[in-house]
Nanobody, 115 residues
Framework: QVQLVESGGGLVQPGGSLRLSCAASGSIFSIRIMGWYRQAPGNQRELVAT???????NYADSVKGRFTISRDSAKNTVYLQMNSLKPEDTAVYYCNLRQLVENYWGQGTQVTVSS
């Protein structure tokens, strides 16, 4: 089993920045993909960004150039630096870890972009 604990959400004005963190604990394999997804009210959960154990990253087109995903392998922690935030980025952000056939989710953290 794997546990994911997210932190860093909150309220920010348009154009502002936030940094999300996700700490993983438990039975974590060396080969894994961690990432962030988000879900706005009335919408399906969508990919924001992922990073694999080699450090390769993948971003949704809507966040490219504004968001940066990174990791600290020693701490089993993944980060999402979000800059130039827009009202349409408002959503619950979920941390995700995939390894082999296992798929784990965090509890979610609310990000609200509003003036």
């Amino acid at each position: 089993q794997v546990q994911l604990v997210e932190s860093g959400g909150g309220l920010v004005q348009p154009g502002g920045s936030l940094r999300l963190s996700c700490a993983a604990s438990g039975s974590i394999f060396s080969i894994r993909i961690m990432g962030w997804y988000r879900q706005a009210p009335g919408n399906q959960r969508e990919l924001v960004a992922t990073i694999n154990n080699s450090g390769s990253t993948n971003y949704a087109d809507s966040v490219k150039g504004r968001f940066t995903i990174s990791r600290d392998s020693a701490k089993n922690t993944v980060y999402l630096q979000m800059n130039s935030l827009k009202p349409e980025d408002t959503a619950v952000y979920y941390c995700n870890l995939r390894q082999l056939v296992e798929n784990y989710w965090g509890q979610g953290t609310q990000v609200t972009v509003s003036s």
